[in-house]
């Protein structure tokens, strides 16, 4: 099944549908956490990817660090030529070598160096794979993430 960005009537965007009472479909709601540019790969293991970001311009929001919270995020790939592409992950965070967070990131990055960059953390490999499949080295990525209860 396609995943639908969106249903618009008359120019107007439709974000709940309803069948009578009762909710059929409702749109997605995705709070954008952070953009990077010009990155490349860096590390590779089986649920994890580390892109660097040094000297990289890119943002990202950290007040979404509760990961229990986080229940998928999704990430546009924008290559310098070409289309933009829609991938999707369990989780995404940066690490910087000013960043006191040790203890945070030895619960979830499964052994990886904790080098500065951004770290993105898959269900499977399948999901990881997808990702690769998808980015080249140079392109840029913007990241959302969907919170548990739909908040």
Same mark, same amino acid.
Not at 92 to 108: E, F, G, K, V
Not at 140 to 149: M, P
């Given at each position: ?5 969106? @249903? ?30 010009? !990155?490349?790969?860096?590390? @590779? ?10 000297? +990289? ?18 990430? +546009?790939?924008?290559?310098? +030529? ?35 960059? !951004? ?5 499977? @490999? ?7 499949? +998808? ?9 959302? @993430? ?6």
């Amino acid at each position: 099944m396609a995943t639908r960005e969106g @249903i618009y009537v008359g120019g107007h965007e439709i974000v709940e549908r309803y069948v009578g009472s009762r909710l059929v479909w409702e749109k997605e709601k995705w709070i954008f956490v952070g953009s990077f540019r010009d !990155l490349s790969l860096r590390t @590779i293991s089986s649920d994890f990817l580390v892109l660097n970001t040094t000297n +990289n311009d890119g943002t990202f929001d950290d007040k979404y660090r509760n990961r229990s919270k986080i229940t998928k995020t999704k990430i +546009n790939i924008k290559p310098k +030529n070409g289309v933009k592409r829609v991938v999707y992950a369990r989780y995404a965070y940066t690490h910087y070598s000013n960043d006191h967070s040790n203890d945070y990131l030895n619960n979830y990055s499964g052994g990886i160096n904790k080098a500065p960059g !951004l770290y993105i953390e898959f269900t499977d @490999i399948n999901q990881r794979d997808e990702f690769k499949r +998808n980015f080249t080295n140079g392109d840029s990525l913007d990241i959302y @993430i969907k919170l548990s209860g739909g908040h």
